[in-house]
């Protein structure tokens, strides 16, 4: 995924509500768990610093234990 469109989940996310992970659930329902797990590194490896999380906040998906990123307000 380039840049680009990186940056466009990111500011889309950034205006809602919910987590990082459950975003990119609802925005590509078409990618696996693995595919929406990259997507979401390349955001934070770039945003950090605009997500905050508790690491106690998990999501359960399938055999994966993921970290609830949600955009900082």
């Known amino acids: 995924m380039d840049l680009k469109e990186i940056k466009k989940l990111h500011e889309k996310c950034q205006e809602g509500e919910c987590d990082l992970y459950s975003f990119l659930e609802e925005a590509l329902p078409e990618l696996s ?26 999501l359960k998906r399938e055999a994966y234990s993921i970290t609830k990123f949600f955009p900082k307000k």
Do not use: C, G, T
């Open 33 to 58: 768990i693995e595919e929406r797990l990259q997507v979401m590194a390349e955001i934070l490896n770039d945003f950090l610093e605009e997500y905050e999380y508790d690491i106690e906040d998990k």
